[in-house]
């Protein structure tokens, strides 16, 4: 499926603000003046899209994370010079847009703690009519598809506890996350297939 990017002249002028909420927290691979914690208010957190590259393979997909309808999610919000706009605009749609399963938004977005201040920030939104929608699982099938699945980016597990330590480090908790990562410390460690 094509990728659908936001056209240039519908992003907001000035500084380019990103919505990071799975990987891109702890590791968002560009350049960027500051971050903050912050809040994305109609759409939360899941384990819903189905890994062919980062985190399995087409043979054994692991599962990522997407922003999916309701709720809320807490991330961090990182602020881009406008000088880096393009460069963060091509390495994103490259690193999240593989095979298009994510929608590239505009969301306001909640910077937390004294400023509140409401930004408008670009976030990566699950394509439900894409094939790689996995939609709602329970933590026992998405335990199915992280415990023994690696990609080109590593672990599927890797990928979720370092969500998981991320969030915590922030104060935050995601028990659908927590609840996996206490059933994935008690697999056997994944071993790369040779």
């Excluded at 990728?3 to 968002?28: H, Q």
């Excluded at 393009?86 to 590239?104: H, M, N, P, S, W």
Aim: proline share 4%; with cysteine; hydrophobic share 40%.
């Amino acid at each position: 499926m094509a990728m659908r990017p936001i056209p240039d002249e519908d992003l907001p002028r000035g500084d380019l603000w990103v919505f990071g909420y799975g990987s891109l927290m702890w590791r968002p691979g560009f350049e960027y003046m500051a971050e903050f914690p912050a809040r994305l208010i109609g759409e939360h957190r899941a384990l819903c899209v189905f890994s062919h590259h980062h985190r399995g393979t087409a043979e054994r997909p692991g599962l990522v994370l997407g922003l999916d309808r309701g709720g809320t999610c807490q991330g961090t919000v990182f602020r881009v010079a406008e000088s880096l706009r393009k460069a963060t605009l091509d390495y994103l749609r490259e690193r999240e847009q593989i095979t298009g399963v994510y929608r590239e938004v505009l969301r306001s977005v909640w910077i937390e703690g004294d400023a509140r201040e409401r930004v408008q920030a670009l976030a990566f939104v699950v394509d439900r009519s894409h094939p790689q929608y996995a939609g709602a699982l329970t933590v026992e099938q998405q335990l199915h598809y992280v415990a023994h699945s690696h990609g080109a980016s590593g672990a599927n597990r890797d990928y979720v506890i370092s969500t998981v330590k991320t969030l915590e480090a922030r104060g935050c908790r995601d028990e659908q996350l927590h609840r996996l990562v206490a059933l994935l410390q008690n697999e056997v460690p994944l071993q790369k297939a040779e």
